[in-house]
Structures are given as structure tokens and as C-alpha cells.
């Protein structure tokens, strides 16, 4: 028996022992058990444009992209993604430099923290938060600070408390790790308040990693503002953009970092060693789809905007208290109205009870206690499923 690994040692190491199978799979699998509609994980149920298909496929046949690409990404896109942050932002990236392509915004997150992260160092989030933020600040051996973004049922928004922001950076805070649009509660981040943030930044000395992949969804007069656009963030800030979500071709995972030298250099430094490269083909339909005209983009927006309203609307009439996101494609509904407070268990009797899947907040929370009575659901998908799923939430009216 010498030479054989003994098992009473737990195989997963304790910096993700905390964090098991993730919810998105768990309500998944139930919905596909229950047949219930799926409007909990974020992803679309129709393809994005048919031209950047096309384009994909063009590259395939033309044999472009069918081996390894280059490690920072195909010039092509490259160029398109620096092209498209000066046009929208007005910011000025060195395509050979100052940009890095991606397998999706998830590497992109896990690539920047294992690279700018020392075991010790803090991390102020803002919670609730993308499930993965948790897992890349564990695995950098780096401890997560979180900030709660608080609900203000009056305006129906998520509210970032300043002060409760600055009072979380010690001396042991290596950066911030911003969204903006913010899933899950749609709060799009104002002027005045990334003003803040960023002036916390460069007062403190910090490094702020802004995750903006729902940069091309915000809605009404929200208005979205790249961190790096503002006094003294330029030098400090990586952003992370993403494909997905703005073009609707979630699989193809091509996301990307754009930021000074110094900081991609050592951001590549990681992602070599996670996919090294991804998505060949791909990457040069992306970089033809940031090329479309500014009517696609707009024209996304309102289509999108007509679904956020429909699903709001059907939650509204079902007895949820719902916060109508300025931002991304989530709407969060508090259950209480609905005599509920537990998320986890309304979330997991909802596809018998009325055949319809979400999520419960409480998994983006370190104080689970704060997310506890919150549900969010994804309207990313057509409007005839969006209808029946309303249809269907109408038995907990009673």
C-alpha cells in the first residue's frame, strides 16, 4: 500500500473548498429535469448578427485562425477592439501593447488577479458579485473585501455607500475590482460616483480592475462612464470587455484586457498559462462585429430595453418588488411582497410551482444574510418565451 495517496486529506485545496458546484449548473439541471423555462443562467436563445456568423465562418473556410493564433490575439481584432474604445470612449490604445485578447471576461478576470495579486494582498468588490471574482481572488491567495451595494426600494436601484467604500481600504489593499453595468442588480455606476472611486484610487495608490462587459447594454438615461476615462486612471486600471454578451454569441468566448504596457505585460504573463491561446476563428468575426454601424448597437439596446420591460412588468403583476435595472440583461425582485425570505428555497420550488427557473442573489454574497430574500432573473431571450414565462409566474399572485 506504500506510494498510494491517502484519502483522508481532502482533494480540493481550502482556498476553493468553499465554493463546490456552482449555482448556474445546479438551477440548470433542474430546469432541463422540470422542463421549466430557464431564466436564470445569462445567455441568449437566439445567435447574434447573421453577417458576423458569416464572418466566422468565412475564417474558417480561408483557414484564418484554424491553428494557434498569436498569444495576445489576432491583429485584426486587436485593432478593432483599440478602434472601438476610441470611437465610443475616446481612449487611446496601442493594439500591440495595450491589448489583450481573451478566452471571455473570465479569463480575462482570473488572468489579472493571479497576475497583480500577492497571497495577503485585499481586494475590495463591490457585493453582490459575479461568482467567479470570489473563486480567481482564492486562488491568488489574496482575501476579498466586500462593499455591499444596498437597496434603496424608493428609487427601485442598488446604491454604492462611499463612504462605506473608503473605510474598506487599508493599508493592505492591492486594487479595486469594479462592474459596471452591475450583474446582478442592474445598477449602473453614475458619473459622480466612479468620480469618487477614482479619486479614492489615486489618493491611495490602488489598481482598479473595472469589468464593463455589459458596456453596450444600459438603458433610459443611464449613462456608462469607463473608469479608465477619468483623471489619473489611465496608468492604473485594467478593463475587461467581452463579446458575449454585446453580439449574442456567448460560446465563442472571446473577451479581452485593454490597459497600460506594464499592466498587460504582466497580465499575459498569467493568461499564457491558463488557455495560452483561444477562439481563432472567432476572433476575427468579433473583430468585424465591432466594426458595425452604431444602429446595430442601438437597436440591440432597444430590443433588449422591450424585453427588460415585459419581464419587469410580468414580476410586478406576479407580486415581486422589482428593481428596475438601468443596466445589463438581469432584472433582481425582492421575494418578500411575496410572503417568501429565503432565496435559495424559492428558487428551487419555483420550476414545480410555476415552471419557471432564476437564481437567488445569495450566491454573489460573502453576507449571504443581505442577499437572502433576492431572486434574479435573465430577459436575454425571446420575447414569446419571456411571455409564456410571465404566464406562468402568475399562479404565485394567487
Not at 108 to 131: N, R
Not at 305 to 328: E, I, M, N, Q, S
Request: with cysteine; glycine share 8%.
Amino acid at each position: 500500500m506504500t506510494g498510494m495517496t491517502s484519502t483522508a486529506r481532502p482533494f480540493l485545496n481550502r482556498r476553493l473548498a468553499e465554493f463546490g458546484t456552482t449555482i448556474f449548473a445546479e438551477m440548470s439541471a433542474l430546469a432541463a429535469t422540470t422542463g421549466a423555462i430557464n431564466l436564470g443562467q445569462g445567455f441568449p436563445d437566439t445567435d447574434g448578427p447573421e453577417e458576423v456568423r458569416e464572418a466566422a465562418v468565412r475564417a474558417l473556410r480561408d483557414g484564418r485562425g484554424n491553428q494557434y493564433p498569436p498569444g495576445p490575439g489576432v491583429p485584426e481584432l486587436r485593432t478593432a477592439i483599440a478602434d472601438h474604445q476610441r470611437r465610443r470612449y475616446g481612449l487611446s490604445f496601442d493594439p500591440d501593447t495595450e491589448v489583450l485578447v481573451t478566452a471571455g471576461a473570465t479569463e480575462a478576470i482570473a488572468a489579472t488577479l493571479l497576475a497583480l495579486l500577492e497571497p495577503g494582498d485585499e481586494v475590495v468588490a463591490l457585493e453582490p458579485y459575479y461568482d467567479s471574482y470570489a473563486a480567481c481572488i482564492a486562488m491568488a491567495g489574496a482575501t476579498r473585501v466586500p462593499v455591499t451595494l444596498r437597496p434603496d426600494p424608493e428609487q427601485a436601484r442598488f446604491r454604492l455607500d462611499l463612504d462605506e467604500l473608503r473605510d474598506a481600504v487599508t493599508g493592505r489593499t492591492r486594487l479595486l475590482l469594479i462592474n459596471t453595468p452591475h450583474n446582478p442588480t442592474g445598477t449602473v455606476l453614475t458619473r459622480e460616483e466612479l468620480t469618487a472611486i477614482a479619486e479614492l484610487a489615486v489618493e491611495r495608490d490602488l489598481l482598479v480592475v473595472t469589468d464593463e462587459v455589459y458596456e453596450h447594454l444600459v438603458f433610459d438615461d443611464a449613462e456608462h462612464v469607463p473608469l479608465a476615462t477619468l483623471p489619473g486612471m489611465r496608468e492604473r486600471t485594467v478593463t475587461i470587455g467581452s463579446s458575449g454578451k454585446t453580439f449574442s454569441f456567448t460560446g465563442w468566448k472571446v473577451g479581452w484586457v485593454t490597459a497600460s504596457p506594464g499592466l498587460v505585460t504582466a497580465v499575459r504573463s498569467a493568461k499564457q498559462f491558463l488557455t495560452y491561446v483561444s477562439s481563432g476563428p472567432f476572433q476575427y468575426a468579433v473583430a468585424e462585429a465591432l466594426a458595425l454601424p452604431d444602429s446595430y448597437f442601438a437597436d440591440f439596446r432597444a430590443d433588449m430595453r422591450v424585453k427588460r420591460d415585459l419581464l419587469a412588468a410580468g414580476l410586478a403583476d406576479a407580486g415581486f418588488a422589482v428593481f428596475r435595472p438601468a443596466g445589463t440583461y438581469f432584472v433582481t425582485t425582492d421575494i418578500r411582497p411575496l410572503g417568501e425570505s429565503d432565496g435559495f428555497a424559492f428558487c428551487r420550488s419555483l420550476p414545480e410551482r410555476a415552471g419557471v427557473v432564476a437564481i437567488p442573489n445569495a450566491v454573489f454574497y460573502d453576507h449571504r444574510e443581505e442577499g437572502a430574500p433576492f431572486v434574479r432573473f435573465a430577459f436575454c431571450k425571446r420575447v414569446s418565451v419571456l411571455g409564456e414565462a410571465v404566464s406562468r409566474l402568475k399562479v404565485l399572485a394567487g
